[in-house]
Structure formats: C-alpha cells, structure tokens
C-alpha cells in the first residue's frame, strides 16, 4: 500500500460545483502539503499544515480551502470549481525536521468543464 | 526568495550518451536540495538530498553534486528507463517550505 493516497485519482466536475480531494498518510510525518501542477509551471504551493491545528498558504491559494482532520488526513477543498482549477493535484508529507525529503501521493487529475 | 532554474527544458539523448542536468539556486542559508524523478501522470519520486557545497551522491547511472550556486545531476550511459522529468526543489533558512524548479524532461532513445 502507499504510504500517501489520494482519493479520487480521477475526478471530472462541472463549473461552480464544489469538490473535495482527500489525502491520507501511513508515514506518520507531521506535515502536509497540497500543490497542484500544471505544465510548464512546475510545482506551485496551495496550502500547508506543520501539525493538526497549524494551516497556512500557500502561493496560490485563491479559490481553495483545507482541512486538517487528524495527523494523517489533510483534504482540499474547491468551494465554487472553475475550468482555470483544471490540473494534477499532489499531497506530500515530510517529517517535522523540516530538512529531509517531502513524499508525494500519485495525484489527482481533476478536469473542470 | 527563494528560488530554483533548470536547465536544459528538455533534453534528448541516445541510449548510452553520458550528461547532466542543471539546477542553480538562490537562496538565504540552504538547509537541503532535494532531486526527484517523475513519470507521466504520476507523483514525483524522491532520489537525492544534498546538505552541503562539495557533497555528491549516487543510485545506480545517477550522480548528484552540490555547489554553492547550483547542482548537476550526471547521468552515465542512460537507458531507455531513465526517461522522465526530473525535479529540482531547494530549501532555505527564511523559508519553511520546499521551492522547485519546472524539471527538466528528459528522453533517452533505443
């Protein structure tokens, strides 16, 4: 099993619908992250939380919102989805050290239409 | 800011044929830099973290080194297999979150 799963892989939804992106973890780490990718622009910041009731922003995190329900699960949320929000999701974890390496879950491809 | 630039975009090579992949880097007090491997569709891979200037670290045809500016990432004799986007991602002292570059996506043929 892998230690960081996303639920849906795969999601299409229509324009002003709201939809949420689970992540969990097995590897016990403290911190999650949420980005999403889109080409040619790499890897770009939604939200992040160091511990459960630590949540910040990101560099893009106009027109999402998280939620920390336990050390292992960190969701995101688009309240109103618009087709600009289609992209490649990804969750990582990392240890609370901070320095080690962050590990990624196998994304979620979400369409808006 | 932090910030991550790869080079080459893309990069083509025939099986065999030896390079490497550019990642400079600004940054105030670098804490780590991280290389990654990703696959079509999937989640990035982690491979290396480099710590210091003059540090190296290898996985099977992989090499990677660190100055204080940038870090290479060698690759000898590549396969087929090794193609892929490969992920550049630094952290620094004023930051708490990892910054990565846009990859570099290469393509190695039979």
């Known amino acids: 099993d892998a230690d960081v799963t996303q639920t849906p892989r795969n999601r299409i939804t229509k324009t002003g619908k709201r939809i949420m992106l689970e992540c969990s973890q097995t590897?016990?780490?403290?911190?999650m992250y949420w980005y999403r990718q889109d080409p040619g622009l790499g890897l770009r910041l939604i939200y992040y939380s160091f511990d459960v009731k630590d949540i910040n922003k990101g560099e893009i995190s106009d027109g999402y919102s998280v939620s920390r329900q336990a050390q292992a699960k960190f969701s995101l949320s688009l309240e109103s989805a618009i087709p600009n929000q289609t992209a490649l999701y990804f969750c990582?974890?990392?240890?609370?050290?901070?320095?080690?390496?962050?590990?990624f879950g196998q994304g979620t491809r979400l369409t808006v239409v | 800011e932090d910030q991550v630039t790869q080079s080459p975009e893309a990069l083509r090579l025939q099986e065999g044929e030896s390079s490497s992949l550019n990642c400079s880097y600004t940054v105030s007090g670098l804490r780590g830099l991280f290389w990654y491997r990703q696959d079509p569709g999937k989640g990035p891979e982690f491979l290396f973290t480099l710590y210091s200037a003059g540090e190296e670290k290898e996985k099977e045809r992989l090499k990677a080194t660190l100055t204080k500016k940038e870090s290479f990432l060698h690759i000898t004799a590549p396969k087929p297999e090794d193609s892929a986007t490969y992920l550049c991602?630094?952290?620094?002292?004023?930051?708490?979150?990892?910054?990565f570059g846009k990859g570099t996506m290469l393509l190695v043929s039979p």
């Open positions: 590897k016990g780490h403290d911190r």
């Open positions: 991602a630094v952290l620094g002292s004023g930051y708490s979150t990892l910054t």
């Open positions: 990582a974890t990392q240890s609370s050290l901070g320095n080690t390496e962050a590990f």
